[in-house]
């Protein structure tokens, strides 16, 4: 059971769900590569054996803290509030009630439309909040829209 689905409100529902896009294993997934490529040429190497297995661990790693971060993000809109919650190691968790929302901002570059994934930011009466690479932006925000005409009504 998740963080969100633990702390749901009496008489609260989940209306969409959505995690970190997988575009996050991008770089990743290059450096265990090029690390493949170093470790193969170090071996060859005599002096250069001795660390030889130090950029494929860094690479592991890194692709290790990219994991947890997937799969510890959580972007709800619920019939009462947003839930915003990312991060393992530094944790950012944002939680705003659909009433006091003034505006939901997506931005996506090019790829990021063509992949389903962008930043959102959320305005509540002049405080900020960003979430970068989310998937479904878009509709994430329909949601969190519709929603918020349910209240306005």
């Given amino acids: ?45 005599f002096i250069m054996q001795r660390v030889e297995w130090v950029i494929p661990l860094l690479a592991l790693v890194y692709f290790g803290t990219v994991w947890l971060e997937y799969i510890t993000s959580e972007f709800v809109v619920t019939n009462k509030r947003i839930i915003m919650r990312e991060g ?15 505006q939901i901002n997506v931005n996506q570059n090019l790829i990021g439309q063509m992949l389903n ?26 949601y969190a829209n519709e929603e918020l005409d349910r209240v306005v009504r």
Avoid at 12 to 24: A, N, P, V
Wanted: glycine letters at 4%; charged letters at 15%.
């Fill in 1 to 45: 059971m998740s963080y969100i689905d633990r702390n749901l409100l009496a008489d609260e529902r989940i209306q969409f769900r959505t995690k970190k896009h997988l575009i996050i294993f991008f770089f990743p997934v290059i450096l265990f590569i090029l690390a493949i490529y170093a470790y193969q040429y170090m071996h060859g190497n």
């Fill in 88 to 102: 393992f190691f530094i944790r950012h968790t944002t939680e705003l009630r659909i009433h006091t929302i003034s």
């Fill in 117 to 142: 994934f962008g930043n959102i930011s959320l305005n509540a009466f002049g405080a900020t909040d960003s979430f970068a690479q989310i998937a479904y932006p878009l509709q994430f925000q329909k």
